[in-house]
T-cell receptor, first 111, second 113 residues
Framework: SQQGEEDPQALSIQEGENATMNCSYK?????LQWYRQNSGRGLVHLIL?????REKHSGRLRVTLDTSKKSSSLLITASRAADTASYFC???????????FGQGTRLTINP | DVKVTQSSRYLVKRTGEKVFLECVQD?????MFWYRQDPGLGLRLIYF???????EKGDIPEGYSVSREKKERFSLILESASTNQTSMYLC????????????FGPGTRLLVL
């Protein structure tokens, strides 16, 4: 089963609204990352948050991490049409040599 | 900026053909990865490499092999393509550990007929 699982699977909002996506994982991690993928393209790294951090900001992005609940959220404020994409969380379980990606949240921003 | 390039954006091959997918990164990264991405299954790791001539199996290595003769280049080989290998293939590289930030190429959409 996936280490990281995003929720919801799909989200559709109006331009200007905030979008929140969640990621849950099963085992202890060193870090958790969020990536964006535009349709038919490769993934682009957005932000990395380490297990000893609780919150991180990057422009209109805000990521939180709750290691006690094994969950993370990605908030995109003041959404734009260009934010339409799939968003993936990726985790590195302790002892693993790799990242494990969730199945993603498909975000659609309606003009 | 890190640049990861893949040899083809779209590729059509016949069943049984030998297929080479090439990936090149320009940032002297030690680690390189090959994933395939399928609807409903997300990204699955096929192989990765943490150094020249070194390779490690990922979650789904069957039917694939890899080659890393030079640090900047990581090739994925489908020895005898099959229709169930029709997929989007993504290459990535990273600096430091294999669990650090990964930089992805644009992907190759492979269709096996």
């Amino acid at each position: 089963s996936q280490q990281g699982e995003e929720d919801p699977q799909a989200l559709s909002i109006q331009e200007g609204e905030n979008a929140t996506m969640n990621c849950s994982y099963k085992t202890s991690i060193n870090n958790l990352q969020w990536y964006r993928q535009n349709s038919g393209r490769g993934l682009v790294h957005l932000i990395l948050i380490r297990s000893n951090e609780r919150e991180k900001h990057s422009g209109r992005l805000r990521v939180t991490l709750d290691t006690s609940k094994k969950s993370s959220s990605l908030l995109i404020t003041a959404s734009r049409a260009a934010d339409t994409a799939s968003y993936f969380c990726a985790t590195d379980a302790w002892g693993a040599q790799k990242l494990v990606f969730g199945q993603g949240t498909r975000l659609t921003i309606n003009p | 900026d890190v640049k990861v390039t893949q040899s083809s954006r779209y590729l059509v091959k016949r069943t049984g053909e030998k297929v080479f997918l090439e990936c090149v990164q320009d940032m002297d990264h030690e680690n390189m990865f090959w994933y395939r991405q399928d609807p409903g299954l997300g990204l699955r790791l096929i192989y990765f490499s943490y150094d020249v001539k070194m390779k490690e199996k990922g979650d789904i290595p069957e039917g694939y092999s890899v080659s890393r003769e030079k640090k900047e280049r990581f090739s994925l080989i489908l020895e005898s393509a099959s229709t169930n290998q029709t997929s989007m293939y993504l290459c990535a590289s990273s600096f430091g550990g294999t669990r650090e930030t990964q930089y992805f190429g644009p992907g190759t959409r492979l269709l096996v007929l």
